[in-house]
């Protein structure tokens, strides 16, 4: 130890070395925008996605990676801190954006971990003058400072800089919510829809069996799956720009969804639809591979994606931080891997439910708080921006919705589901009253996991938010999308 600086010394005790900037491997993450296992490489049909079909044949694919929560601002808070967003007050959704909220102490972005131990931090919209992603940042915290290095938007700020850490923000499989002319036509237009070939069609798709079968269905779930592959399309640029700059064989490559299907039964709710995302990683040939890294594989392994920001960390060669809650699930030093998954939904702009999530290999146990409809509760945004649930409000009043999608308009809370992902991949056949043992004791192990994970956590969500806080969500949602007759009355 002689020689070395006293801080350097501490730093070594505790744990928190790096590797010196020149054994750093640089890192893509390639962020997809609400969608499940809607690729080729995962089985999906009427899609093309190419690119990553191909990264999935040179790296590792895995199919059992979950959310923390169904929408975007939430998630995205939990996976740049590694802390589940019910522990940072971060759950509701766009929650402290102008009231001066901080992070807990010791809880910081990921950019800024990387930062420190000298990354140049990236968060690419441009590349070769194409756009590839939106910048997206949309988390519940704005009082750190920059999330990343100022002027970092566009690929040829990489240049010259290594290590880095790079982050692409798909766009597509979002609604154009944020021009309100789009608005005043007859249907509300996807991003880059228009960009590309169209594979699905409302003939050729076969949508979840939650759903009627009516053409309004057969158009936007065709138009989801034709988002999907505009995606794959721009992850295209970006990958083939990385090879032609020589950066390939230096650089991670880490692909994941955000949260689950942009679709009404998807995104905002705690079905496996909603939570289980696509998540790919490809390792550089100029750097030693795990042990575990076959180029082809599998892993059927539990992943969380605040699991994602250790497992960042670590490929970067900086120790886990104190209170970070995600594991390390891949590389030569793992943690013990998991045996759940555990995710929270709260309120959803002026929508308030609370709802709890565990995934297991197999079975998936959901609890509702929130007395009152669950999926028939008003949201303006997906009354507005999703055909599909108006739709079904109109045949449901005539009395034209039967089995699960009657079931589904149904539901209420206080409940809790459970489902065997196994056989029933749809999560339409409600286990909770089974007389199977199997079930029963499936049922008991998840309502004890989730017990636990919400008193170890320090679940927020059991704290209403204030009346004053909600209401004006609910005037700024009006303001956007208007309110459904049937609502007013």
Known sequence: MKGLGFLSLIFLICGWTSLTPAAQPNILWLVGENLSHDLGCYGAKNVSTPNLDGLAAGGVRFTRAFATNPACAPSRSAFFTGLYQTTTDTHPMRAHRDDGFRLPPGVRPITHWLRDAGYYTANLKTVDGRVVGTGKLDLNFTQEGPIYHVGSDDWSSLAGQRPFFAVVN????????????????????????????????????????????????????????????????????????????????????????????????????????????????????????????????????????????????????????????????????????????????????????????????????????????????????KEKCFPILPLMRELYAAGKLTGPPRDLMERRGPSEELYDTATDPHEIRNLVNSSDAAHREALARLRAALDTWVSDTGDRGAIPERPEIVAPFAKEMHDWFGTPAWAKN
């Not at 392994?301 to 970070?324: E, W």
């Not at 590389?331 to 013990?336: A, I, N």
């Open 170 to 381: 798909s766009h597509e499989s979002e609604y154009d919510i944020y021009d309100r002319q789009t608005f005043k036509k007859d249907r509300v237009k996807w991003v880059g829809e228009d960009e590309h070939e169209k594979i699905a069609t409302a003939e050729n798709v076969t949508p979840p069996p939650y759903y009627p079968d009516h053409p309004v269905v057969r158009e936007e779930w065709a138009r989801y799956l034709n988002s999907v592959s505009g995606m794959d399309r721009r992850i295209g640029w970006v990958l083939d720009r990385l090879r032609r700059d020589g950066l390939e064989d230096d650089t991670i490559i880490v692909f994941f969804g955000d949260n689950g299907q942009l679709e009404p039964r998807g995104i905002h709710w705690c079905y496996d639809n909603g939570l289980r995302v696509p998540l790919i990683i490809k390792w550089p040939k100029n750097f030693p591979a795990p042990t575990q890294y076959r180029a082809g594989a599998v892993n059927d392994q539990i992943v969380s994606l605040i699991d994602i920001t250790a497992t960042t960390l670590a490929f970067a060669g900086v120790a886990r931080p104190p209170l970070m809650q995600g594991r390390v699930f891949f590389g030569e030093r793992t943690d013990p891997p998991r045996r759940y998954a555990f995710a929270a939904r709260d309120r959803i702009d002026e929508t308030v439910q609370r709802i709890r999530s565990v995934h297991e290999e197999r079975f998936h146990y959901i609890r509702n708080y929130t007395a009152g409809p669950t999926f028939a509760s008003l949201n303006r945004y």
